[in-house]
């Protein structure tokens, strides 16, 4: 392939990647492979569970409560709730069965789908 090709084909990838709503360092560090979550429908699924009556969430109104960390900023955090390495899958596994990974944790199972926990990982990992 001619180098401006390849550029033209790696700018096309970061396009889509980008309208999917994954950063391309995200892509770069291979973070997102094999990973779909919707931000736009992550952020009506956090609202629909009443995260935000627990959690300062960015970018919902009245997601103000403060009996969990704020989750601003949270893409940039190492650990999740400091017992799970902070990638999309673990944020997954965290939001649908907090109590399995941290047993004493005040955060409730919610029951959430693997679909809509999916979502709303791709919606805070964003933020
Ligand atoms: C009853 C209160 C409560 C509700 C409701 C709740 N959480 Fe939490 N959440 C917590 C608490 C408390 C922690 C801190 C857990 C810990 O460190 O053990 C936490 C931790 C987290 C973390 C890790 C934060 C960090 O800084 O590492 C994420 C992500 C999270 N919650 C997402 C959600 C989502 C998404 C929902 C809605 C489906 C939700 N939470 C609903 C109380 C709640």
Known sequence: ????????????????????????????????????????????????????????????????????????DFGEQIYVAGVLPNTPDNVVRWIMNPRDHSPRTAMPDLGVSKEDASDMAAYLLEK
């Open 1 to 72: 392939m001619k180098r401006s090709h390849a550029i033209f084909a790696v700018s096309v990838f970061l396009a889509i990647a980008a309208g999917a709503g994954i950063s391309a360092d995200a892509v770069a560090h291979g973070m997102w492979s094999g990973f779909s979550g919707n931000p736009e429908r992550g952020k009506e699924a956090i609202k629909r569970y009443g995260c935000g009556s627990c959690h300062v969430v960015p970018g919902i109104r009245d997601a103000h409560g403060r009996v969990g960390p704020k989750l601003e």
